[in-house]
């Protein structure tokens, strides 16, 4: 019986402890449960905390370690190492939200960040900004998502803010990492160097050499006003009679003196107008001349007016304007003159000069194509040439004199002899007639200074005399056959020179140097043989037509227009 009481005082005994322990398990779970809601040790309820008891302030040791951690970034090694204890924030709060009119705390992290919102915005740069992002504002950001966010805050219980703010927050936060140095900070003139009244001469250098420093744009110009001497920059473009070209060689090309249009024209007995820009290149008009094989064109009356012509006794008028076509049955008063072969135009003047076989000049007028006048040579004519105005004109002959016209007087006014010439065969005058070039049967070009010519004359005593010998500044020996064409561009500063007696005969020059560009033409450019070259009014492109009908376009881009 003994034994029987003691074993059931034991087993009473054991339920008791074993009641006791469930009842202790059950309050321990209950005190575990508040604890996580109150000390908000379970991550998960950290939005519940703030939602209950509002913005809430760590404790004063904590306090001081995030003032360090917004200054410096030493700062987060100490949250790291709250992290890592798997606390989160701190475990003890003081709720410091004071109550609002209403008696009401903050519901929510949104109005408990609204007044540094405002003060965001009243931070911001006073400028209004060119573009705002929507997406941006309407954005929403958990600053206690990452540690690197968490020095983003204002106040210990700030979470969520709007994107635009935390956009300012992380460009504040890059600034005082990285503040501007001094060196980058912009000065006022006036504090730097003094105001103008006192300025030196100095100091004006030295503002000026801190303005240049303030600019990292190139120093040197692109582009220079000056064509270098040895370098030419040339482009190869579509051929300006890509859409149409020439059945046979083009033995005339000339551009319109004021609209993007070029015409070619040939043996083919077809005269072609293009709008030329480079790229298309399109067609404008053509006109066939049944009786006539086309061997000269020109543009005439400032562009109004197209003059063709070959070795026949007539030859054709053309109205651009109208697209009217006449033809003008020879020359009245010249019964023998069987060939217009050689007739030249000029875009301002009011004269066509044609060459005849008997050393004689004939001009005729541009607007009643009446026989005007008949300008008389020693020898046989070999070429002519209008100054740009159209008020003189240079011809020279087989006896190598050279003679200046003028056509208001319809006198010659001056004429030299040139006795380094071998039979000249071309002559040009450039566009200000500061130079003349003269080319010969040998391939030589000359070129002549006018104005050194003009002083040499006037220190003989006799400007008109024929015995004053005059010698070029300047030979080109690059072609070796005969010459048979030249051209100054609009500024004088191109001579181009050509043969079509050989393959890719064709040189530049520069001027005032008179040297030859070194880069162009060279073995590939396959010119052929080279039949007439011009250049556009303003020489932002050159054409050159060739004897398989082409009338190949280059763009010079040191002439920046047409």
């Known amino acids: ?74 700062g987060s090694d100490l949250d790291e190492e709250s992290d890592a204890n798997g606390r989160g924030d701190s475990l003890f709060f003081m709720d410091t939200e004071r109550p609002d009119e209403a008696g009401n705390k903050g519901d929510d992290n949104e109005s408990s960040g609204a007044d540094s919102d405002s003060e965001e915005e009243a931070d911001s740069k006073e400028e209004a900004a060119a573009w705002v992002d929507e ?126 249009v070029m015409l070619t024209a040939g043996l083919d007995k077809t005269l072609r107008l293009f709008e030329v820009d480079g790229k298309d290149n399109q067609k404008v008009q053509s006109i066939f ?18 003059v063709v012509s070959g070795s026949r006794r007539w030859y054709y008028s053309v109205d651009v304007e109208k697209g009217s076509v006449t033809r003008i049955s020879g020359i009245p008063g010249l019964p023998k003159l069987n060939s217009l072969k050689y007739m030249h135009g000029c875009n301002n003047g009011d004269r066509l000069a044609v060459m005849s076989n008997d050393g004689q000049i004939h001009l005729v007028s541009a607007r009643t194509k009446q026989l005007a006048c008949t300008l008389p040579m020693n020898g046989v004519v070999r070429d002519v040439s209008f100054t740009a105005d159209g008020n003189y004109l240079w011809s020279v002959g087989t006896d190598n004199e050279v003679y200046q016209w003028d056509l208001r007087q319809n006198q010659c006014i001056s004429r030299w002899h040139d006795q380094t010439m071998f039979r000249a065969t071309r002559l040009e005058i450039s566009p200000d007639t500061s130079y003349y070039a003269s080319g010969d049967n040998s391939g030589m070009v000359n070129i002549y200074d006018v104005n050194a010519i003009k002083t040499q004359a006037d220190a ?18 690059n072609l070796t056959t005969t010459i048979s064409g030249l051209r100054f561009n609009h500024s004088s500063e191109i001579l181009g020179i050509f043969s079509h007696k050989s393959q890719s005969q064709l040189k530049l020059v520069h001027l ?51």
């Open 1 to 74: 019986m003994g034994f029987a009481s003691q074993a059931k005082n034991k087993r009473s005994a054991t339920a008791a402890n074993g009641a006791e322990d469930t009842a202790k398990r059950a309050k321990s779970q209950a005190e575990t449960d508040l604890e996580r809601l109150v000390f908000g040790i379970d991550d998960d309820n950290e939005d519940a905390i703030d939602e209950i008891f509002g913005k809430v302030k760590e404790t004063e040791d904590l306090d001081k370690v995030s003032e360090l951690d917004g200054e410096s970034n030493d």
């Open 135 to 260: 997406d941006t504002q309407n954005a929403r950001v958990a600053l206690k998502g990452a540690i690197r966010t968490r020095k983003l805050r204002k106040i210990e219980g700030e979470n969520i803010v709007h994107g635009d703010v935390y956009e300012e927050r992380l460009r504040q936060q890059f600034q005082k990492i990285n503040p501007v140095p001094k060196w980058a900070q912009e000065t006022k003139a006036e504090d730097a160097w003094g105001s103008d009244s006192d300025d030196s001469e100095e100091k004006r250098e030295a503002r000026a050499g801190n303005d240049l420093l303030k600019s990292s744009k190139s120093l040197l110009s692109k582009t220079s006003t000056l064509l270098p001497p040895s370098i030419l920059d040339i482009v190869r473009t579509r051929n300006g009679n890509q859409a149409a070209p020439s059945q046979m060689a083009v033995s005339a090309l000339q551009f319109h003196p004021t609209a993007n």
């Open 512 to 562: 005032p140097t008179g040297t030859v560009f070194s880069n162009w033409p060279s073995a590939s450019s396959h010119l052929g043989l080279v039949q007439c070259i011009d250049f556009s009014p303003n020489s932002g492109l050159m054409a050159v037509g060739n004897d398989k009908g082409k009338a190949l376009l280059y763009r010079l881009p040191h002439f920046q227009s047409y």
């Open 460 to 477: 003989a005593g006799n400007p008109n005399s024929s015995f004053v010998n005059v010698k070029p500044f300047k030979a080109i020996s």
């Open 289 to 306: 001349f049944k009786d006539l094989p086309i061997s000269s064109a020109h543009f005439i009356r400032g562009g109004q007016e197209v």
